[in-house]
């Protein structure tokens, strides 16, 4: 059974700093791109960022830019989501979805990531 999950969120005030970190098993994903997306209360899944599967191409959401990193360690079938200064408004579910193998670019949109974890809630407090 393929299973990603996500680990790492948590209560923080603004200004701090969370590590998220998304395990996988059942298979490898080392060959998949991988990515981070989030959801906020009464709002759509939006795309946060995404890493190729040789971690030589990222992309990040301009809300998250120069504050949040990714990257992933392929023997530990483990990616990671390094988010700094965080905002009230990085409040969400953050999930965790496993893209299609080989792939070049990073996508942005939901479709193209057919695995998923259950989420890890982060919230922003002041």
């Known amino acids: 059974q393929v299973q990603l999950v996500e680990s790492g969120g948590g209560l923080v005030q603004a200004g701090g700093s969370l590590r998220l970190a998304c395990a996988a098993s059942?298979?490898?994903?080392?060959?998949?791109?991988m990515g981070w997306f989030r959801q906020a209360p009464g709002k759509e899944r939006e795309f946060v960022a995404g890493i190729t599967w040789r971690s030589d191409n990222t992309l990040f959401a301009d809300s998250v830019k120069g504050r949040f990193t990714i990257s992933r360690d392929n023997a530990k079938n483990t990616v990671y989501l390094q988010m700094n200064s965080l905002k009230l408004e990085d409040t969400a579910v953050y999930y965790c979805?496993?893209?299609?193998?080989?792939?070049?670019?990073?996508?942005?949109?939901?479709?193209?990531?057919?695995?998923w974890g259950q989420g890890t809630q982060v919230t922003v407090s002041s």
């Open positions: 059942g298979r490898t994903f080392s060959r998949n791109a």
């Open positions: 979805a496993a893209g299609r193998a080989y792939t070049m670019v990073v996508v942005t949109a939901t479709t193209g990531y057919p695995y």
